[in-house]
């Protein structure tokens, strides 16, 4: 990516393996098909992550503290071509 | 799917059986019927999917942990045709 | 419905009755008068239904789990005519 | 109302006794001032009322289960004339 | 307020003490001073209320039930002139 | 402040400190430098602050109440200059 | 940063390396390469932060209170270049 404009950088990474991580969580892992000006998505040989919350429970002196991580992404479908609404999106970077 | 722009490559799909994942989690499996710019979407002989959350108790050393998973979808409605509102859907693949 | 558009496809609905499901789980069931690009809906001789949720709780080995479900929902209102902004829609289908 | 386009058939309601459903569950009661095309509305007359939860614990065998009804709404405030945003409105029904 | 549109509904309170309620259950209370097509809203001699919610705890038969009630808001701040952006107003009444 | 309009309003406050609220409950405090019509914002010699929750638990008769309250912010981080983009702020008003 | 406008600001800090704090509590740190009107943000060597709660529980007379505070945010990813949608993002500052 060498050009100034967010989507001319984006544009860089078509046809390369990128990770695609959604509002909610999600992440989508695929090859950069297409992409237009609202950030809507295609991606081929797409795979679907699935996010993990994990609740971990310490103990200082008597107290019980709760700590909430989120743990690895496990993959949940593997898709064809996958279609993904820009607005769900966080950020996109090669993988 | 072999068109540069999202849209194009969406078009592909038509008359395809696709999934319709929403933001809420709920999912509908159907027939492409039709769509525009704002990804309104019509499918035909749809089905209506709910999703379940689940929670996992564990325990280590003498410390319980809860872990909220994702439980699989489960069929709640056949619906005839469905008219989807955009902006409420994550992601369209073919099935 | 039988046209590649989906307000064309809308279109083919009105003057039956339809399933309006909103963004926060409510429902309006009613003969379907009006609509526009933005998805404003009117509907006629309509009744609105309320979600309910339940915990249902199982017990695996000594270990409780929770599941939330989505029960059925329940008749709150019959309403004459009401008119429903678009961007609290999540789909509408024939009932 | 019996025109075929949403506005059209709000603005038949002007004049009259509304009750108009806000996205956070609070509703307004009150005399149907003005409208513009984004459903920023004005009430005359106005009653405010508020949602209220309730949790009903049941017991079934012997297992405890937890159900989150919306209870009836209670008057909050009587106002005079109230403009709403529309980006808040859900529903609006005439009284 | 004797106008047909909510803006002139509006503009009508110029120079009154109105209460504006957040989406976030906040409040300010002040002289309207300003407000463009967005409803972005500037108000003098402001005060700012914060939302308390409560708990409230009954038992019926030998069930415990919770219910949640929003407690009366409290002044928080004495401000001179606040800005206030309009996508986060809920609605506007005079004092 | 002495203009009709809101953003001549927000003009009058250029090079003074200025409180911006964030919808998350986060406040930056400092210099106001430049804004534009999205209320991007950008403040000089900013210092960010970070919400803090507090659950007060009272107890009446022999039932107890929670009650959560807002505590007071705490200064988080020192900035030289940030940009803020307008859609996360709820307000803007001089220290 | 010495211009009168949002953007103009902003452009002022590229090629230095920046904090981008995005709604979901997560951050990116990295050189600032490319944005755009709607804030869409490349950065480049980038780092992912991930945010970490705690919940800090504190005994008064006999009763337990509980406060979540936001603890430190963790180093989870190290990515090349980075593409953030705008509207995702809280503020950006000069590392």
């Known amino acids: 990516m060498d050009s100034s404009r967010p989507l001319d950088a984006l544009n ?3 046809g390369k393996r ?5 509002k909610n969580g999600w992440r989508f ?4 098909h297409a992409f237009d000006i609202h950030i809507n998505t295609v991606l081929e040989e ?3 992550y699935e996010p993990k919350n994990k609740t971990v429970i ?3 002196d008597e107290k019980t503290s709760e700590q909430v991580v989120l743990g690895d ?16 999106i966080t950020n996109i970077s090669v993988q």
Chains 1, 2, 3, 4, 5, 6, 7 share one sequence.
């Open 12 to 14: 860089n990474s078509r």
């Open 29 to 32: 892992v695929g090859k950069l």
């Open 73 to 88: 992404k496990e993959l949940k479908r593997k898709l064809g071509t996958v279609f993904i609404r820009g607005d769900t």
């Open 18 to 22: 990128v990770i695609v991580d959604l």
């Open 46 to 48: 797409a795979e679907e």
């Open 58 to 60: 310490t103990q200082v």
